[in-house]
């Protein structure tokens, strides 16, 4: 088998010449930072690793306290990958999150997720910037007081019934079933049935992508080093770009299945099918955009609909 690479450059070439690169992109951003204001006080980093060294394993909360009661209100500390800012008063956290929120107030950055992964667009892990404001808009209504007893009542009470009656047959499951009970009235809520018309299960599709999401947050060398996502999928130690290229896969084939069944639901003769999340949203954006005007614009809308509604599940 010919060898995929020229013949003067070989596997360790690549290998070297990549660590390389790191290191300089590493070495540009550190200048770059060193130039700008001062940090708040902290620790003194490590080269390379930063003070990943001082970073609490468990008891999170008393080990903040104390980087506070030596450094002070605000403590700076620097990862491989990030910069951390601990704040340890009420008075630093109101003027920086509430008096200055437009300026401080984000999400974290995950590489892996976010960036590899490339599920930066979802409510739960997108910035505040206007994909959020317009999925934000398209969950506020729904579920708002007023719409919620208008809409989800019945749905609600029936959830309720059902949970009451399994618990009173099986006490000692009343933990399993309150999971199951939630699943199903979220899942109801969202798409308006349990299942499709293939019998494919609305509620293991989502707990599929909350899965996926999971093992994405757990932590990846690229989210210490994100220059990593730049190299080739082949080399050693790039799994996590495979993984996140079928996991990618997963999730494309996942949305177009949620999305097709709403189509399908908005022609429905079932009140829980055309009351769902989903159908009610397509309807409006369907009567906004109308036919054939501004398709592009319409498929934006209708992909963040869709993406907004495994809100439900994520519970973020």
């Given at each position: 088998?010919?060898?995929?690479?020229?013949?003067?450059?070989?596997?360790?070439?690549?290998?070297?010449?990549?660590?390389?690169?790191?290191?300089?992109?590493?070495?540009?951003?550190?200048?770059?930072?060193?130039?700008?204001?001062?940090?708040p006080?902290?620790?003194?980093?490590?080269?390379?690793?930063?003070?990943?060294?001082?970073?609490?394993?468990?008891?999170?909360?008393?080990?903040?306290?104390?980087?506070?009661?030596?450094?002070?209100?605000?403590?700076w500390?620097?990862?491989?990958?990030?910069?951390?800012l601990?704040?340890?008063?009420?008075?630093?956290?109101?003027?920086?999150?509430?008096?200055?929120?437009v300026?401080?107030?984000?999400?974290?950055?995950?590489?892996?997720?976010?960036?590899?992964?490339?599920?930066?667009?979802?409510?739960?892990?997108?910035?505040?910037?206007?994909?959020?404001?317009?999925?934000?808009?398209?969950?506020?209504?729904?579920?708002?007081?007023p719409?919620?007893?208008?809409?989800y009542?019945?749905?609600?009470?029936?959830?309720?019934?059902?949970?009451?009656?399994?618990?009173f047959?099986?006490?000692?499951?009343?933990?399993?079933?309150?999971?199951r009970?939630?699943?199903?009235?979220?899942?109801?809520?969202?798409?308006?049935?349990?299942?499709?018309?293939?019998?494919?299960?609305?509620?293991?599709?989502?707990y599929?992508?909350?899965?996926?999401?999971?093992?994405?947050?757990?932590?990846?060398?690229?989210?210490?080093l994100?220059?990593?996502?730049?190299?080739?999928?082949?080399?050693?130690?790039?799994?996590?770009?495979?993984?996140?290229?079928?996991?990618?896969?997963?999730?494309?084939?996942?949305?177009?299945?949620?999305?097709?069944?709403?189509?399908e639901?908005?022609?429905?003769?079932?009140?829980?099918?055309?009351?769902?999340?989903?159908?009610?949203?397509?309807?409006?954006?369907?009567?906004?955009?109308?036919?054939?005007?501004?398709?592009?614009?319409?498929s934006?809308?209708?992909?963040?609909?869709?993406?907004?509604?495994?809100?439900?599940?994520?519970?973020?």
């Amino acid at each position: 088998m010919s060898n995929p690479l020229p013949v003067s450059l070989s596997l360790t070439h690549v290998v070297f010449g990549s660590i390389t690169l790191l290191f300089l992109l590493m070495y540009r951003r550190r200048g770059t930072t060193a130039q700008s204001l001062p940090y708040p006080p902290g620790p003194r980093p490590f080269p390379i690793l930063g003070n990943i060294l001082e970073m609490p394993q468990s008891k999170f909360a008393i080990a903040y306290t104390r980087l506070g009661e030596k450094y002070g209100p605000l403590t700076w500390l620097t990862i491989p990958g990030q910069n951390i800012l601990v704040v340890n008063s009420y008075e630093a956290a109101k003027e920086l999150l509430e008096k200055r929120a437009v300026t401080f107030a984000d999400r974290p950055r995950f590489t892996m997720l976010n960036e590899v992964l490339g599920l930066s667009d979802y409510f739960a892990f997108t910035g505040y910037n206007n994909n959020w404001r317009k999925q934000r808009a398209y969950l506020k209504v729904p579920l708002s007081a007023p719409v919620v007893k208008r809409d989800y009542s019945a749905l609600l009470e029936v959830k309720a019934q059902e949970y009451l009656e399994r618990c009173f047959v099986r006490p000692e499951n009343f933990l399993a079933e309150l999971n199951r009970t939630v699943a199903e009235t979220t899942t109801k809520l969202t798409y308006g049935r349990l299942e499709d018309r293939r019998g494919r299960d609305y509620i293991q599709l989502s707990y599929r992508v909350v899965d996926i999401f999971v093992i994405a947050l757990q932590g990846y060398v690229v989210d210490l080093l994100p220059a990593l996502q730049y190299l080739p999928s082949w080399l050693p130690g790039m799994r996590f770009k495979r993984d996140a290229a079928t996991w990618r896969k997963e999730i494309n084939d996942l949305e177009e299945i949620f999305f097709e069944s709403a189509k399908e639901n908005m022609l429905s003769d079932e009140p829980e099918a055309r009351l769902s999340y989903m159908s009610k949203g397509l309807e409006g954006i369907h009567q906004k955009y109308g036919e054939g005007t501004d398709v592009q614009q319409r498929s934006a809308d209708e992909m963040a609909l869709a993406r907004s509604g495994l809100q439900f599940f994520t519970g973020k």
